[in-house]
Each structure stands twice: as C-alpha cells, then as structure tokens.
C-alpha cells in the first residue's frame, strides 16, 4: 500500500486520522473533502496542514471537484489521461 501511496497524483479524503496521516507518512499529495463540513478532530489536521505544510486543496462543494482536480494535477505537473487504458494503469502501478 505505502507503493501505492508514495506514486499517486493525489489523494481525495477527509481529514481525519486515517488516509491523511498514511499521506503525511508517505509524502503523497492530498485533496481534502470537506463537503457536509469539518469535525472538530479534523480540524486539528487541518491547522497541522495548514502551518506545517504550507495549505492545502480542498473541495467544499461537489461542483468545486474539477477545479480543484485540474489544480492539484497541474500543480505536480502530471497530466490525466481522459480514458486511460486498463493496461496503461496496471503497468503505471507496477513501476
């Protein structure tokens, strides 16, 4: 999983304890979901991120979620494929 982790464009999840610390852990950059909110124990993540880490992308609405991904792609200078192949993907994986 940690290979996997440390090769991703990004990661899309909420900013509690789980995925966000893996991220942290492993260096992958990461979108956070804030839609619906942010819990008090998230909050404390989110401040680590904020002063720690320089800020972070994040999606309060659904409608939000292309421009937040077309920045968080552009920002590490990768390009999505619109209709990448299956074995395109595995072989991405596999490196």
């Known amino acids: 999983m940690s290979i996997l982790l440390r090769n ?3 990661l899309l999840c909420r ?3 789980g995925l966000a610390a893996e991220a942290l852990a492993t260096g992958a950059p990461v ?3 804030l839609c619906g909110g942010v819990m008090p124990q998230e909050s404390n993540n989110l401040n680590y991120w904020r002063h720690q880490r320089g800020g972070f992308h994040a999606i309060r609405k ?3 979620a292309k421009k937040i991904f077309r920045q968080a792609i552009c920002s590490i ?3 999505a494929d619109p209709k990448p192949q299956i074995l395109d993907l595995i ?3 596999a490196e």
């Open 8 to 10: 991703a464009l990004w």
């Open 31 to 33: 979108i956070f979901n």
């Open 77 to 79: 200078h990768q390009k």
């Open 62 to 64: 659904a409608r939000e």
């Open 91 to 93: 072989r991405r994986i």
């Open 15 to 17: 900013p509690g304890a």
